[in-house]
């Protein structure tokens, strides 16, 4: 029995992806009840050519759907409404015409590490921010706002360092910054004049030397190898520039490799620094995305309180992809400068935000999510470490990371820049290893961030991959 | 009869003041249901002896309450709890602690201009910020956001300057910025080399004046008179200094004076600043509060499309006075430039916070609000201009402002800033002209901002500057 074609009010002229487009209307349907629980959908033939488009692009929206809890697929039945609510919608709620972007999502990508919004506590969210905007003390003018951030979200933060980090500071040693990329350029400001140097990993992370070069100070970059930054090469990078002032390390999972810095040379890191009276900067990003090993304590868990070194971490990816809320904690003076530099670029940050985060750590929905999120990242992890080597084997090579939302995929023989190209021709976007590099040659490596991909994404994007290989004869690698 | 004393909630150790604290705890039992619709309180004196405070902090936890709407005085027979809930409340919701600030907000000021929260549309954001966080868009991945700002919001604020204000532009042309502040600091980074000079008015907006010298940029004053910046004195000044490459005015409301740019010295002033080549940043902030008179266009209405004129906007007192939203418009290549500095900086806005302001200007949500403020907004001016008058008589001058939510109040043979301590040990805060200075004698004078006091609030802050005068007998100023 076929069910009546769907009336279904699609944007006349959508700028983001069609799919995406057919799904919102889906979904705004189902609110208004003008498509019941339980319902059956047409079969994405029939809806296709009802709309006039291509197949696969019904069945992308009804697969975007379904991951997200509004349909349901019974095989050999059809495509349902799902009875109950995905989580984070009550009841009827007038669903927006879609925010969609000027520019059309690749369908299939690698990002860089980015999370998977769906993980994220988007209900709790909004009920905080409700809280935080409608209270009477905010009403009243009392609360609107800190340049070093809310208060509330500072102490909120002091106790979540402390219990899940082993991080002992106070509220006065915190700022609450828009996201990493502020942090990082405050922190270059209060830790550099313009014109001195400071110290990266090569490869590393280029939008930290965006943020340093805004600050006005000049990137040198120091080789990493499998334990790492190399502290031998940056003691004689020290040695021989008097003008470096700062280094820039991300000892937990190393951007891009993802490897972790061993205890020795983190020792040894902090003597150099301690020994040149230089300041360091310690980006401790997916701290929480541990999947093995005993937790690692960042080096601001181990250094002396007064050592000038700066901790910065970011909340975005536990909170919502489209929101930049960060932190840096350091010592005087230097907390002090960083205040006022962001002070002068902007006044303070949004304080129903920060007043919402911080009621999320406090009720532990925070931490409830991040566990949540681990467990299907760690699986995600798996099958794409098990899909690498089945269709790639000898073609790659890569360490299981131990943390972190991505994989450091090694090519030998073959440019990744080459392999990216036609892994682009062929429907997959990903990063090859000239995105991370500042001089030196170009590691042959991809960073494969895998965490915003279900598994059958995963296991696509990866046939995409071997079917794509520059190396030797294609036909010998056939799509599985 | 008396009711039963109420067995109130307060927070242990409140960081702010202790009548907000008391009027959160009521709040929290009239939610949780504590407290019925219709209940009467108990007296101030008999709650203040029950919990062992002063009556004066009861009073003012009740007038708070009053004012908001959780309340309601019946004169003879006592205070009760509102049988409606306040606009912005629908039923019970959880409300927070007390997100109180570390410092004590002072009971009664004359802020810079800052507007009254409950103007705001807090329920009207709130549910646009949770529709915009649980959109099947955005948790797929499509809209996390854009360096230049969610197209939604740079498409809907397309349509409102054009058709508030006549500003013909295109989202192209439209950064979205973290407020005025950043827009700013984006502005003099793309405009100005490091050591080139902007000329401001004086007295002038001296956190204009950071952002500038925190991109790099040389701060010189120019004089203001009665028509707002003096454009003879600007041409001698570009006549004299060649490192002087940008103008930033103020020429809606000059900021501090309030006293608007007419129009034959506007086309003077763009005609000097197309003569010189140099850049114009026009800073139309309060647009939105013009209370009489025909509506001024901006410059940017005017101004030829390639002029290089950067036209920055605030949407923070129309959204919410805890969040910061700007905009600026700039032909090319100034706004690369911008979005360019911006990047380095803060990778993007909050794509949630842009989506909900789309919402909130395509619904009309905040042309509603706007209109209802602009007309409670004139009413407090009109208080405040009248009780000026009456009790200060010929100790003061000024002229009723046309717009904007602040007043300059000129004050003859007396220091301000004398005069501002003595109030400030009788309970008021107020800006003197010092806070405006950049290097020229001290205007003799205040900024009020009025917006966010009642009028009762009003009234008792006028009799407390009144009874402040230093100058002549004191005695002879009775508080009225």
Known sequence: MSSPPLALDIEKDPRGPLFLAIAEAITRDILRGRLSPGARLPGTRSLAR?????RNTVNAAYQELLTQGWLQAEPARGTFVARDFPEGMEGPVAVPVAAVTEEVAPLLAFTDGAPDPRMMPGKALARAFRRAVLSPAFLAGADYGDTRGAPVLRRALTSYLASDRGVVTDPGRLLITRGCQMALFLAAKAALKPGQVIAVEEPGYPLAWEAFRAAGATVRGIPVDEGGLSVAALERALDEDSRIEAVYV?????????????AARRLR?????????VTLIEDDY????????????????????????????????????????GYAMAPEPLLSAMAAARAAIDRQGDAPLEA??????????????????????????????????????????????????????????????????????AGLTLLPGSCFALQRPVPPAFRLGYAALDEARILRAVEILAGSWPGGKRDQLELG
Chains 1, 2 share one sequence.
């Open 286 to 325: 997916d701290h929480e995305y541990r999947f093995e090993g005993r937790p690692v304590l960042p080096l601001a868990a181990r250094a002396s309180a007064d050592l000038p070194l700066i901790y910065v971490g970011s909340l975005s990816k536990l909170l919502s992809p489209g929101i930049r809320l």
């Open 269 to 277: 890191l902090l003597e150099l620094v301690e020994r040149h009276g």
């Open 50 to 54: 009802a709309l006039g488009v291509h």
């Open 250 to 262: 991300t000892p937990h999972h190393q951007y891009p490799t993802t490897v972790t810095m061993g």
């Open 356 to 425: 919402a985060l911080a009621d999320l750590i406090g009720d532990g929905d925070l931490g409830r999510h991040a566990r949540k999120a681990r467990r299907i990242y760690r699986a995600r992890r798996d099958v794409l470490a098990a899909a690498l080597r089945e269709h790639l084997g000898e073609r790659v090579a890569f360490e299981t990371p131990a943390g972190g939302l991505a994989l450091w995929l090694r090519c030998e023989g073959v440019a990744a820049e080459t392999w990216a190209a036609r892994a682009g021709e």
